[in-house]
């Protein structure tokens, strides 16, 4: 699997890989609380493509996984009992990491953290922060298995009504 950014060319597939993934959910288990078209979709895919934060795990010529990573909490952060009294800016954050489900638990979720985590490093950040709804079994192994640390579980004003509150983890770089 190699990672790279998701370039211009590359966001209708990757939109339509998380479409891919969320209708799965949809018809198994929808842990994330994703929604069809809405979150993560091919609008969102586009601008975070744009500011050159959206990333895709590519197989070949196939899409298997996609995330953000960025700077950017999408909340209020600061409601963290974080064991670092870090800035925002200081620590980079993962966004709606998805493997394709056919491949899921061969490893390639831990391969993207540990990208991540090199990325993070090498840009001079201190920590990888990340939030999951309350409940998503799947990530929360992935993370804990990964070396993140559950912080709590906090409101963090995203004014999404079908999802109050999101578990936040850290790993300290």
Known sequence: MKIQKCREADVIAA???????????????????WMYKIYPSKSWVKQMTEAGEQYICVDGKKIVGAFVLNADPQGNYRK???SLDLPDGAYMVLHALAIDPKLQGRGLGAEVVRFCT??????????IRLDIVPGNIPAKKLYEKTGFRYVVDADLERGIPHIPTFSLFELNL
Do not use: Q, T
Not at 118 to 127: I, L, N, P, V, W
């Open 15 to 33: 939109g339509s890989f998380y479409d891919d993934v969320v209708l799965w959910l949809d018809h198994h288990i929808n842990y994330p609380k």
């Open 80 to 82: 963290g009992n974080w």
């Open 118 to 127: 090199e990325k993070a490093k090498a840009d001079g950040y201190r920590a």
